[in-house]
């Protein structure tokens, strides 16, 4: 048994924040009251912190199979443990391509000794080549949560229609990583002013919104649940506004980096290369606008690690993606609520209920639910140092970065599967 | 993990590479430019070989296909009494598949007193010169910058013009593709230029006008020439054309650089083309040959500017050391 003590509790699920005790007796939540005393149980003094449902990450690479080099679901989750999520979705754009049943059967067994709960995407179309469709229920048995192509868009109109209508049958959520790859061939950071002085080819804000648009329209036209992945433009985001006020099942997520970073922010450190692009100071207002009024419905990682030996190269041929699981909540607490953007309640909301919500699931603290808890606090100053990560890969912008608030005790399913050293709340 | 030694992408009083021209100050290429003079003289000496940085190995590593500039700083090198070693794209360990920064590191081993890098990457000197511990001269990299060209071109101008203040620079053709109308633009805007940009729409983007303070595009060629005092023509990259289509036809129609539409420029503007050019594409050879063209000067000038960097940046003389082109003459 674990008591938790003297927390602050939120949970957005019910509304409830409150100073109060959480007991955890197993997997589960046994109680949420005032002064429980449990004498066996391990007491974790949580005052002063915030007591939250497990955060999930909608969006992440963990690499294994077939580039453990990078990341393997051991160190991923580690890492991502360290930044307080319990739960992490893994996008299908390993080696093998998790587009069949067996590769996500191997996928949950490696991941039955991992840190956090691992719950995998399936490719939406064969090697996610975006031809033909995927063993999507088949991979729905052995245990995907969706489907994306992510990496890629999925190819056409045509095959979206397909697998929005196959999967508003099976009950999935379609993720896509909305680009135009015609017109963002070839680019290695957003198009704009910066881009043209370093010399370096851009990739328009169009490119994203117009495949932003097609999907909004095929969702219409499917009815199916679609979720959009790492959105950064103003332009995708009034897409999704507009099918939210027609009443669609569209969903967004955006990333720490794109509300945090701007393209002006781009030096030639292959740490700035990440596809989407970071955008422009405009699009960051719009994203930081739809974060506060809840047009954007989850802040998810898009961790995607790199050996230092595919990243140490020249700007234009490094591989696209940063890591981010480290710094995800610190950074949404420095940039959005320190800067009283959003209430504390919305930021939990952003990283449990919001990907809970896009996975049709539920999140919550409350007596029976698992015991999946993240305790984080608010003030607690640190800086992040990439040499310390947990992941196998250094590729962060935000190395050497100073914060305030940190994950302080990570628990899933009962278990304390991170701890910061010389906790406050241990 | 190797350790990033030094970082001096930053103004210094003394920079310790060249990687752009946009860190510069008016006052620094106010120096070199003034270090060039001298230089130019020396091009005309009977027996052009300083023993200045004899002793002193400067490496050439050009990972992208030159001619003109390699040739130009291989033989300011061996005019300053320096040895060079030579890395070409074709011939280098990079087919087999090594890292840039591991072709740097082991040329590195082999204790040059610097290195001059060409590269197709854009930021690619600017990789290496966070990662080396000798000075690094940006011979042209990617569509970033070409600071040498852009320092050539400064003492054309300033020799032909008899100043660097106050002049209408008109630069045509495929700006977004070129280093050197950026490397320009930096440098001219230094002492107060005025650029209009002409050329296809679509490699004249909007986003240049950022670029620097009086930066504006023109459409039609005969505006964009009226009242013009230095005409910098840009190479058709021809290799490039596919990206976007644009009919080589058509680009003569257009913006052929004629002695009709020069015409409409000042009476006493110069012409600049960092080349090579190609007679009858971009320019008329009437214009490339005729009185107001700069181009051949231009090479030799190359050559000046490219014994002042290298001496500045490789023999460590102090900023005010005697000139080894004046000592050598006296």
């Known amino acids: 048994m674990i008591l938790v003590k003297g927390g602050r509790v939120i949970d957005p699920a019910s509304g409830t924040d409150a100073v109060a005790d959480v007991l955890i007796d197993g997997d589960r939540i046994a109680r949420i009251g005032q002064a429980i005393s449990a004498p066996d149980a391990e007491i974790l003094n949580a005052a002063g912190a915030v007591v939250a449902p497990g955060f999930i990450d909608l969006h992440c690479h963990l690499r294994e199979p077939g580039q453990e080099i990078s990341e393997t679901i051991e160190s991923g989750t580690r890492a991502a443990a360290a930044g307080g999520f319990t739960a992490v979705c893994c996008m299908p754009n390993t080696q093998p391509v998790n587009d069949n049943a067996a590769v996500t059967r191997a996928i949950v067994e490696r991941s039955a000794s991992a840190h956090t709960r691992v719950w995998p995407i399936g490719a939406a179309s064969i090697g996610s080549k975006g031809e033909a469709l995927a063993e999507i229920a088949g991979m729905q048995d052995a245990g995907i949560v969706a489907v994306s192509d992510d990496g890629r868009p999925i190819a056409t109109a045509k095959l979206m229609r397909q697998v929005m209508d196959y999967c508003r049958s099976l009950g999935l959520p379609v993720i896509d990583h909305c680009e135009d790859p015609s017109l963002a061939a070839g680019g290695v950071m957003r198009e704009g002013p910066r881009s043209i002085r370093l010399g370096l080819k851009g990739i328009p804000a169009a490119s994203e919104s117009i495949c932003v648009g097609r999907d909004v329209e095929v969702a219409a036209l499917t009815g199916a649940r679609l979720h959009i992945a790492h959105l950064s433009t103003r332009a995708s985001l009034d897409h999704v506004r507009a099918a939210k006020a027609n009443g669609l099942a569209v969903t967004c997520e955006v990333t720490p980096h794109h509300f945090t970073l701007i393209d002006e922010d781009v030096v030639y450190d292959t740490s700035h290369k990440m596809n989407p692009p970071l955008g422009s100071r405009d699009d960051r207002a719009a994203l930081l606008d739809g974060i506060a009024d809840g047009s954007v419905d989850v802040i998810a990682t898009d961790h995607a690690p790199h050996h230092p030996a595919s990243k140490d190269v020249e700007f234009d041929r490094a591989p696209f993606g940063i890591t981010g699981f480290e710094t995800a909540m610190a950074l949404a607490l420095s940039e959005l609520l320190h800067t009283k953007r959003i209430s504390l309640a919305r930021l939990v909301e952003l990283f449990t209920t919001g990907p809970a919500r896009v996975l049709g699931i539920e999140r919550k603290l409350a007596a029976g639910s698992p015991a999946d808890v993240t305790i984080f606090s608010m003030d607690y100053k640190w800086t992040f140092g990439a040499s310390e990560s947990a992941s196998r890969s250094r590729n962060t912008p935000f190395d050497g970065r100073e914060f305030r608030g940190a994950p302080m005790v990570t628990i899933v399913a009962g278990r304390v599967v991170f701890r910061r050293a010389a906790t406050a709340a241990a | ?330």
């Open chain 2, 1 to 330: 993990m190797n350790e990033v030694r030094l970082s001096t992408t930053t103004v210094l009083q003394r920079p310790r590479h060249l990687l752009g021209i946009e860190p510069l100050t008016a006052e620094q290429i106010t120096f070199i430019l003034d270090q060039a003079k001298p230089f130019q003289e020396f091009q005309r000496h009977p027996l052009k070989k300083l023993a200045t940085l004899r002793g002193k190995t400067v490496a050439l590593a050009f990972f992208e296909p030159s001619t003109r500039t390699r040739i130009s700083f291989a033989t300011a090198a061996a005019r300053l009494g320096a040895d060079t070693m030579n890395l070409q794209a074709e011939s280098s360990s990079l087919k087999k598949g090594e890292s840039l920064i591991d072709t740097v590191w082991t040329l590195e081993a082999m204790r040059p007193d610097g290195i001059v890098i060409r590269h197709a990457s854009s930021g690619a000197p600017d990789f290496i010169a966070r990662r080396v511990d000798m000075p690094v001269v940006n011979a042209g990299d990617g569509t970033h910058e070409h600071p040498t060209q852009a320092l050539l071109d400064a003492l054309t101008i300033r020799d032909r013009k008899g100043r660097l203040g106050n002049l209408n620079v008109t630069i045509l053709g495929d700006i977004l593709h070129s280093r050197v109308a950026r490397s320009n633009i930096h440098l001219l805007s230094r002492f107060g230029a005025r650029f209009t940009l002409s050329g296809p729409a679509m490699w004249v983007p909007k986003e240049l006008e950022c670029l620097a303070p009086h930066v504006r595009r023109v459409s039609r060629i005969e505006e964009a020439l009226h009242g013009a005092d230095v005409v910098i023509v840009l190479r058709v990259q021809s290799e490039r054309i596919h990206e976007p289509p644009v009919s080589l036809d058509d680009y003569v129609l257009r913006y052929q650089l004629t002695p009709e539409r020069l015409g409409l420029a000042k009476p006493d503007a110069i012409v600049l083309h960092p080349g090579p050019i190609i007679r009858g594409l971009e320019i008329d050879p009437a214009v490339a040959d005729g009185p107001q063209s700069c181009i051949l000067e231009q090479v030799t000038n190359g050559l000046a500017v490219r014994m002042a960097l290298l001496f500045h940046l490789v023999s460590g003389a102090p900023p005010d050391a005697p000139h080894p082109a004046k000592e050598n003459a006296a």
